[in-house]
T-cell receptor, first 111, second 115 residues
């Protein structure tokens, strides 16, 4: 157990739907990162939150949004889902900038 | 711009062979971190090693060893006496030491170790 908890582990949904992925960071970690791993794009940085505030955005679509709550857990919201959004979504957390711990991922399948 | 290149898409070896996974990176930063992660078939990302750009010492951990050469911008990973359990996708990643601390991942190398 890495200490970073992601739920659900698997999600199957239809095109056009909206889903929410949840991440609980490791105890004491203030930063949360979201990454997407798809077959054609590889592992891509989506967005970072630090202590409740958005810090950086990567290749995140406008249909996607995220937030970090006061208890430091984070949610990634994906809307108007398309087949191409099928991917493994990872959350990671850290306190320092020396590398971070990944969760086990949420595998999203859009049908 | 920062970039990580793992030119080997897939490597197959027979058990007990040694195998080296290549990683070449590009960055204009003078300080940075380099990482290797393993992604087994189960899908999670398993941390293997972090290397600070100031530390060019090679490192050995059991059957794993890493060769960091700043002069050639390479951070290669060698598995000695490979085992079937080593079969996985291996990712090399680069991280800046300031700013957002996001990872720039390579495209990964799929290692298949055959019994």
């Amino acid at each position: 157990d890495s200490g970073v908890t992601q739920t659900p582990k698997h999600l199957i949904t239809a095109t056009g739907q909206r889903v929410t992925l949840r991440c609980s960071p490791r105890s004491g970690d203030l930063s949360v990162y979201w990454y997407q791993q798809s077959l054609d794009q590889g592992l891509q940085f989506l967005i970072q939150y630090y202590n409740g505030e958005e810090r950086a955005k990567g290749n995140i679509l406008e249909r996607f949004s995220a937030q970090q709550f006061p208890d430091l857990h984070s949610e990634l919201n994906l809307s108007s889902l398309e087949l191409g959004d099928s991917a493994l979504y990872f959350c990671a957390s850290t306190t320092s900038g020396a590398g971070y711990t990944f969760g086990s991922g949420t595998r999203l399948t859009v049908v | 711009a920062q970039k990580v290149t793992q030119a080997q898409t897939e490597i197959s070896v027979v058990e007990k062979e040694d195998v080296t996974l290549d990683c070449v990176y590009e960055t204009r930063d003078t300080t940075y971190y380099l990482f290797w992660y393993k992604q087994p078939p189960s899908g999670e990302l398993v941390f293997l090693i972090r290397r600070n750009s100031f530390d060019e010492q090679n490192e050995i951990s059991g059957r794993y060893s890493w060769n960091f050469q700043k002069s050639t911008s390479s951070f290669n990973f060698t598995i000695t006496a490979s085992q079937v359990v080593d079969s996985a996708v291996y990712f090399c990643a680069l991280m800046r030491t300031s700013g957002t601390y996001k990872y720039i991942f390579g495209t990964g190398t799929r290692l298949k170790v055959l019994a």
